[in-house]
């Protein structure tokens, strides 16, 4: 039988193991929910590139959307951090491929693929000043050909 400090010994250490993994999960949950949006809206361009809209089009149409998803941190020069609404991507952050004769998604003959590369520095609640930095890099593929039912 184990002795009664054994056991008082490993029971702390579950319970701040545990209250670690519940901290780090509330820090970080919202970045994780915000990117599932960004892979949907990423999906959802993809299946909308069969309009033969263009690739330049394509990459409009995404920061469009993924401005609208979540918020982030900014810090202005020689500012404090602030709340800005939507997602920190760029027009360089999201890359569009495509496989048609003009590689450029205005024919029906061939694939797209969009990507889109980005970084997301979240505070952490009850640090002051303390960030963790998490990268993400949703993407999706898809034929430029409407589909038949």
């Known amino acids: 039988m184990a002795d009664k400090a054994e056991f008082q010994w490993s029971t702390w250490a579950f319970g701040l193991g545990l209250i670690a993994i519940v901290y780090v999960g509330y820090a970080l949950f919202p970045a994780f929910v915000d990117n599932m949006d960004a892979a949907k809206e990423v999906h959802a361009m993809v299946n909308d590139a069969w309009r033969k809209i263009g690739?330049?089009?394509l990459k409009k149409r995404m920061l469009e959307k993924l401005s609208t998803?979540?918020?982030?941190?900014?810090?202005?020069?020689?500012?404090?951090?602030?709340d800005a609404p939507g997602l920190p991507i760029t027009e360089e952050d999201i890359i569009v491929t495509c496989t048609d004769?003009?590689?450029?998604?205005s024919e029906q003959a061939g694939e797209v693929t969009i990507t889109v590369n980005y970084e997301r520095h979240m505070p952490m609640p009850f640090l002051k000043d303390k960030y963790i930095t998490l990268h993400f890099h949703p993407s999706a593929s898809g034929t430029l050909l409407p589909a038949q039912w």
């Open 69 to 82: 998803i979540g918020h982030h941190v900014e810090t202005p020069a020689g500012g404090s951090p602030k």
């Open 55 to 57: 690739r330049e089009e």
């Open 101 to 105: 004769t003009g590689q450029d998604c």
